[in-house]
């Protein structure tokens, strides 16, 4: 019989319950107050009393409330028919809500249950499978996604029938499998997986080695993400942390792009959903909105459902993964996931870590970066979830607890810098700064040379040498003066200029300057590569100053025309005649 | 708060604090408001038959055998269009001399907006000041603070904004006000003739300081009867948020709370949040757009309450005093406001996106130039033109005196360029050089 219990102390959203039964850590329960049942999590145990933080709001609630255990984790609901929601942190389906506003104790269903799905099967009667095997597939939205054996199958099940080719509601039957004891298991579309817990239905997670493309030439050039890989994004307010995170998502060669927005502003998230459903991914050329799930707990969503957002985001990612595709999750902001856990750990009146955040925070945030991954799957198939997440350091400041600790853990690392977006050097990625451990993976330098050429990386890294060195000079002219450095001083300093304002920056919103594909990328990294590796000779500081402006306007007027049409040449062979005419 | 008949009376306080007083109290629901010695106080902690009252005056002076009595309800406003023109306390009683305003009883604090019922906010709001108008654009259902020190004049500036936004009501949360700036408010709203289109709840420094939690729920509770009810346009002045979360960080040190960064408490992201985000365009075509005021310490947005607010509002505006000018500027480097790009060269003409970027970086250059005049280099014939383009600027349009519509900023940006710079030191795109360059 199901545990039940009753209110015997309210501090905000920690409710203590006296339970007459057996409560297990992280069970979910629900308590009945007002009419209203409010869904909550265990999140402590002390002898018959149970401390439950509640997802929603607890005005009004009283002592002798009644609450009753589910006995189960918090878990989502998987099947076909996710692509294109708008879920909560909680996974209710936000388009189901009735009313403008939201009203507590309101839970939506996930799916949608008289929808038909065209069901081809891809096992046959008599196959052995395991847990998350793929039993056939449905098309949604112009992907194959695969209905898998439950997750939860322990050992090898053998299918004893399996539907045949038709139109199927997800919970009609589509395969009975039995068990290694015997037991036939009923197999619908829908499963049921925990989210905080890590799925490793998968045999193999290799060094990832992929690059994926954004079309962001400040992430593809400089510092490359690879499918599966980790990336997260620090920056000030204002510094545009939410500009690139929807540059990536809407560019990003994905199959589907999850998008967890945790506790950030609701109108970014109207931003996506308006915008979504009338872009194109560049890639398919279908709509946007088609491979996108966005998650929602906007910071004035309820904050305890603020954690369970990031991983309800996760554990969907996970399922598509097993799917064998390519996933990108992204996380705007982590930071309030983490505050989230301090405000809780201050309620439960734990000692404090670091600037108040609970003692775990290291261990929370690896593991969460963790699940991300390339894998081959048990079917030898790959899919990844390659997560990128932002990070809103308090004042700006570096060196936080949840800016330090990411940086432990996710490999690739965009420091968004005040200072860029003072003068408007957009996307504010400090080059210097910032760094892709990939760049230095052998299997990511052979991926590369066998897809774009042999000295890709040598090129990119010269570049790099030459911002700092650019850098450098730009600091002693600061302190000695134009006229107090050499005028090839000047020259190497303009050279890099070049590099930031044609390769680094790039305007966002500008229709083609938004999206860079890799192969324009590669031009430009050559012209700049060429234009950089030529020797100047100028009399003057100020002939250089002059010189390199109206190259860079060139430069910034060819990143603005289509690729390869007339005006795109035409700016290139300017380009190219200057630096011949310039050379010594 | 009268006592009513069938009200059970408590009179047996068993612990008071400087803020908090607890009892043996039964059926008390959480968040209640509740009377004590007279005074209001809240329900912030349930222990099976304890209960913790937040007295929101302060406990000076309560006796442990004070009268306490529950109201069985959390903080409530009564609604109606009776609401306009006039002025009310923390409390929502009126403090203007009229009666009790009669309408539907709603608890303040209510629930978010649906995300997905929300619509795009695209309607520009137009103030004249080009350092907003053209670099920072405000749209309704915008949320955006104004950063200033204290001695700056942003309730003036505020006024002004509030007056020339046409919106068909204005909704006044003052808290921790100086009673001049209260009065200064008053009369600018009545001599523009705007009075009935304003509704204030007013905390001034004369009364305490954690009474001020209350008005901002106040203020939008009021808001969104306006903007949801009547589908109107409904501008919110919160002013000044730093005093808000001053009283939070009161509240919570006398509550025993573990305190983060600047002794603030570490909620006080969530409490913001909750407050800005009441900001939405609605779908039936109503708008509740807020314009607050973050008050700095020596211009330091690193401090907990700026930096929190930067990440939870739609930008920011900066006031600076320039000293080239002599005039208070909007500051382009610091301001921002990120829902520009939803009405600049969509709502206003194509060329104010990249024109508006175009003279902010020119601008910058003028900074670098004027720190190298500081160390005593050389200047180049551009560092010269660039120094004396930023003056002419921010004369003509960073200052907050200026009023000028959107076209004719434009305009007198590309006729500061022309002064100044060749068409090929700009970095605009050709097309836009080649139409509306200034020969």
């Given amino acids: 019989m199901a545990t039940k219990g009753r209110v015997v102390g309210v501090i905000s959203n920690i409710v203590t319950i006296e339970a007459d039964g057996p409560v297990a850590q992280n069970e979910i329960c629900y308590i009945t107050t007002g009419g209203d049942r409010l869904m909550a999590e265990v999140i402590k145990v002390a002898g018959r009393e149970a401390y439950v933080q509640v997802f929603e709001s607890t005005r009004g609630m009283k002592v002798g409330a009644e609450a009753e255990f589910t006995g189960r984790p918090l878990e989502v609901t998987l099947g076909p028919g996710m692509l294109s929601k708008n879920y909560d942190g909680l996974q209710n389906d936000l388009d189901k809500m009735e009313g403008v506003f939201l009203r507590r104790g309101q839970y939506t269903d996930p799916l949608d249950r008289d929808r038909k799905w065209h069901f081809v099967p891809l096992a046959k009667a008599g196959d052995s499978v395991e847990g998350s095997a793929w039993l056939g597939e449905v098309e949604e939205n112009h992907q194959k996604l695969k209905i898998m054996a439950p997750i939860a199958l322990r050992g090898t099940a053998t299918v004893k029938t399996i539907a045949a080719e038709g139109d199927y509601t997800c919970d009609e039957t589509i395969a009975v499998l039995t068990a290694e004891d015997g037991e036939d298991i009923r197999v619908t579309m829908v499963q049921k997986w925990p989210v905080k817990t890590a799925m490793t239905n998968y045999r193999e997670k290799p060094r990832p080695f992929k690059l994926l493309e954004t079309g962001v030439r400040t992430i593809d050039t400089m510092n490359p993400i690879v499918e599966g890989g980790t990336g997260f994004i620090p920056g000030p307010f204002g510094t545009g942390k939410t500009v690139l995170q929807h540059a990536i998502s809407k560019q990003a060669e994905a199959d589907i792009v999850i998008i967890a927005a945790c506790g950030e502003r609701a109108n970014e998230v109207v931003e996506v959903f308006t915008e979504f459903p009338e872009l194109v991914d560049p890639h398919t050329g279908r709509k946007l909105m088609e491979r996108t799930i966005i998650v929602a707990n906007t910071s004035n969503m309820p904050v305890a459902a603020r954690e369970a957002s990031v991983y309800t985001a996760m554990t969907l990612a996970e399922y598509y993964r097993s799917m064998g595709l390519r996933v990108l999750l992204m996380a705007d902001s982590t930071s309030r996931w983490a505050q989230a856990l301090r405000e809780m750990s201050n309620r439960m009146e734990e000692l404090p870590g670091p600037d108040a955040f609970p003692m775990d925070l290291s261990a929370i945030i690896s593991n969460f970066y963790g699940r991300a991954g390339y894998v081959y799957l048990n079917n030898g198939a790959t899919g990844s979830i390659t997560f990128i997440g932002t990070v809103s350091p308090a004042g700006g400041n570096l060196k936080e607890p949840v800016t330090e600790n990411t940086k432990k853990v996710a490999r690739c690392f965009y420091a968004l810098e005040q200072e860029r977006a003072d003068r408007k050097r957009y996307p504010a990625v400090n080059p210097i700064d910032s760094y892709s451990k990939y760049l230095e993976y052998p299997e990511f330098e052979a991926y590369i040379t066998k897809h774009i050429g042999p000295d890709w990386t040598a090129k990119v890294n010269e570049l790099k040498t030459r911002l700092l060195r650019g850098k450098e000079i730009a600091e002693q002219i600061n302190i000695l003066g134009d006229d107090g450095v050499p005028v090839d001083y000047h020259v190497t300093f303009w050279k890099s200029e070049v590099i930031d304002y044609v390769v680094l920056q790039q305007d966002a919103f500008d229709e083609v300057d938004a999206v860079t594909p890799l192969e324009r990328q590669e031009d430009i990294l050559d012209l700049v590569t060429e234009i950089c590796r030529a020797d100047y000779s100028f009399d003057t500081f100020l002939e250089v100053t002059d010189w390199f402006k109206r190259l860079i306007n060139l430069c910034k007027q060819m990143n603005y025309s289509a690729y390869k049409g007339a005006e795109f040449e035409d700016y290139k062979r300017q380009i190219r005649a200057m630096v011949a005419e310039k050379q010594s | ?439």
């Fill in chain 2, 1 to 439: 708060m009268a006592t009513k008949a069938f009200q059970r009376v408590y009179t047996k306080i068993s612990q008071i604090t400087k803020a908090t007083c607890t009892l043996k109290a039964t059926g008390v629901g959480a968040d209640e408001l509740a009377v004590v010695d007279g005074r209001l106080a809240q329900v912030v902690k349930i222990a099976r038959d304890e209960v913790t009252l937040q007295v929101f005056e302060g406990t000076g002076g309560i006796p442990t055998d004070a009268e306490v009595v529950f109201t069985g309800k959390a903080p409530t406003l009564k609604v109606g269009d009776q609401l306009a023109g006039r002025f009310f306390d923390a409390y929502g009683h009126p403090i203007d001399g009229g009666p009790d305003p009669e309408g539907k009883e709603v608890e303040i604090g209510g629930p978010s907006v649906n995300p997905v019922r929300r619509k795009q906010p695209s309607e520009l709001i137009a103030t004249g000041i080009a350092g907003i108008d053209l670099n920072n654009t405000l749209v309704s259902g915008q949320k955006i603070p104004f950063f200033a020190d204290p001695d700056q004049p942003f309730n003036q500036v505020m006024a002004m904004v509030a007056l020339r936004a046409r919106a068909d009501k204005i909704v006044l949360g003052g808290m921790g006000m100086t009673n001049d700036d209260y009065l200064y408010f008053k009369n600018v709203f009545s001599n523009a003739g705007a009075l009935d289109r304003i509704v204030s709840f007013v905390n001034t420094t004369e009364d305490p300081a954690v009474e001020r939690l209350l008005v901002p729920d106040m203020a939008l509770t009021a808001a969104e009867y306006f903007a949801v009810e009547k589908n109107e346009k409904v501008l919110v002045l919160l002013t000044d948020m730093t005093s808000y979360a001053d009283s939070l960080a009161i509240v919570s040190n006398r509550m025993d709370q573990i305190p983060s960064k600047d002794s603030m408490p570490g909620s006080l992201y969530s409490d913001l949040a909750k407050i800005y985000e009441k900001a939405a365009q609605f779908p039936s075509g109503g708008s509740i757009t807020i314009i607050a005021v973050t008050t700095l310490s020596g211009g330091d947005i690193t401090h907990a309450v700026p930096d929190n607010t930067g990440y939870i509002t739609e930008g920011q505006l900066f006031l600076r005093r320039d000293s080239d000018i002599g005039k208070v500027v909007v500051d382009p480097f610091r301001s921002l406001s990120r829902l520009k790009q939803l009405v600049a060269g969509k709502k206003t003409r194509r060329d104010h996106p990249q024109l508006m970027n175009a003279a902010v970086r020119l601008y910058a250059d003028a900074a670098n130039a004027k720190t190298k005049l500081e160390n005593g280099f050389d200047l180049t014939d551009y560092d010269n033109r660039a120094l004396a383009f930023a003056k002419d600027y921010a004369d003509k349009l960073l200052a907050i005196d200026v009023n000028l519509d959107t076209t004719e900023m434009l305009d007198v940006t590309w006729a500061l360029l022309a002064k100044y710079f060749k068409p090929e030191e700009v970095n605009i795109k050709k097309e836009l050089v080649d139409e509306y360059w200034t020969k």
